[in-house]
């Protein structure tokens, strides 16, 4: 069994309610069955919804659906850097929809933070099964898959490009009273600095926002 990751950058962020009782959702597609995803891989809709099901009761009902921010490495959701509590994963045709609470942990604060400097962020769905590859070189992910969670929070396409501009006018990304990660925004300042070739900027974008993200 591989850990299976599917980035979704077309979600939306929405803001309900004011004052105290302001809250942050995500919603869109979190999952898509029956086509051939931009990683070669598809999921057949009757193994995506017996699956929802499953996570929907054991997870979500009970109030135990939770997302990260960034791109873990493993199938377990680390408490330390759940960022969203995921509240309703419902079926559309062949995708799932779903939406999720942003929450007041830490993670939780510095993703607020993040797209309110303008950081467009998107969703991964988690999870673990078997690939069987077709004579088209499609790998169908197969009836053992599991979800570990239906949408971490990772870099849109077009983040590191905010993120790096953010960096480079001196933004201060606050939670909690604080400043967020200084010494990682500095270094990352620096680094940015010394690629005086813009074709080389281009190129570690996304890794500079990656990084940055792997130490707060």
Not at 38 to 64: A, H, W
Request: hydrophobic share 35%.
């Amino acid at each position: 069994m591989k850990l299976i990751t599917e980035e979704i950058s077309k979600v939306n962020f929405i803001t309900e309610g004011k004052g105290r009782g302001k809250k942050l959702y995500i919603e869109g597609v979190f999952l898509q069955g029956g086509i051939k995803n931009r990683n070669g891989r598809m999921y057949p809709v009757d193994i995506l919804e017996k699956e929802c099901n499953r996570y929907n009761k054991t997870f979500i009902s009970q109030g135990r659906a939770l997302g990260e921010l960034g791109h873990p490495e493993g199938p377990t959701v680390n408490l330390d850097r759940v960022s969203h509590k995921i509240t309703s994963l419902v079926r559309e045709g062949n995708n799932f929809r779903g939406k999720a609470t942003l929450l007041s942990t830490p993670m939780g604060k510095i993703a607020q933070s993040l797209l309110g400097e303008g950081v467009k962020l998107g969703v991964s769905s988690r999870g673990i099964g078997s690939l069987q590859q077709t004579r088209e070189g499609v790998n169908i992910v197969g009836e053992d898959f599991t979800l570990a969670t239906a949408a971490d929070i990772v870099a849109d396409p077009s983040a590191p490009d905010a993120f790096v501009s953010g960096i480079m006018e001196g933004k201060d990304w606050v939670w909690d009273g604080g400043i967020l990660r200084e010494k990682y925004a500095s270094k990352t300042y620096k680094t940015i600095n010394t690629l005086v070739d813009q074709k080389k900027l281009d190129e570690q974008k996304l890794d500079l926002f990656n990084q940055f993200l792997s130490n707060i």
